[in-house]
């Protein structure tokens, strides 16, 4: 399967500080997507990134995506404490089989 | 937009018995999951939908989980019996096409086996 792992396992920060967390996977890729999950809720989707594409900003987020190294980072920039939650990556090949996997997440916590 | 919508939001019951769970997924989105999300690990998919064939079932446990989706709009989960590792919040999301543009996913059902 195409599991996209994501590290740091665990990351604290002070509000106002960035935050960055990175996600490997093992093979080729159609897209690549990020989600956030708040304690106890469904997960939200944050941003795609398709696999011709090197970097995508949406407000506060940025990802990059390396196909050569089979890499991407999510930064978020001047974190605030509603930030805090897991962040997952998750991934498409493409082609006719799709199925999507997650990995354990980044659990991000931003101290006001 | 309505969101994916999932209930019960909270289930407990006691080993052995059985238990289902039901998700109405945005309308018009052709394509639905089930996730299995362990306290501590990432979802893990258990069931995905293109309308209401079944497009990959690899990883239900078949012996006791089950899933359909009639008419290609709402899903249900049933497992039966349940055990004591079948505690999860179990996930439903929906997206518009198989080549995802991004899923959409209800709020869970936290599921106690006790």
């Known amino acids: 399967s195409q599991q996209g792992e994501e590290d740091p396992q665990a990351l604290s920060i002070q509000e106002g500080e960035n935050a960055t967390m990175n996600c490997s996977y093992k093979?080729?890729?159609?897209?690549l997507q990020w989600y956030r999950q708040n304690s106890g809720r469904g997960l939200v989707h944050l941003i795609l990134?398709?696999?011709?594409?090197r970097e995508k900003h949406s407000g506060r987020l940025r990802v990059t995506l390396d196909t050569s190294k089979k890499s991407s980072s999510l930064l978020i920039t001047a974190s605030r404490a509603a930030d805090t939650a897991s962040y997952f990556c998750?991934?498409?090949?493409?082609?006719?089989?799709?199925?999507?996997?997650f990995g354990r997440g980044t659990s991000l916590i931003v101290h006001p | 937009e309505a969101g994916v919508a999932q209930s019960p939001r909270y289930k407990i019951i006691e080993k052995r018995q059985s238990v289902a769970f039901w998700c109405n997924p945005i309308s018009g989105h052709a394509t639905l999951y089930w996730y299995q999300q362990i306290l501590g690990q990432g979802p893990k998919l258990l069931i995905q939908f293109q309308n209401n064939g079944v497009v990959d079932d690899s990883q239900l446990p078949k012996d006791r989980f089950s899933a359909e989706r009639l008419k290609g709009v709402d899903s249900t989960l049933k497992i039966q019996p349940a055990k004591l590792e079948d505690s999860a919040v179990y996930l439903c999301a929906s997206s518009l096409e198989r080549l995802s543009y991004g899923y959409t996913f209800g709020s869970g059902t936290r599921l106690t086996v006790v």
């Open positions: 990134i398709r696999s011709n594409e």
């Open positions: 093979t080729s890729i159609n897209n």
């Open positions: 998750a991934t498409d090949p493409g082609g006719g089989s799709y199925i999507p996997t």
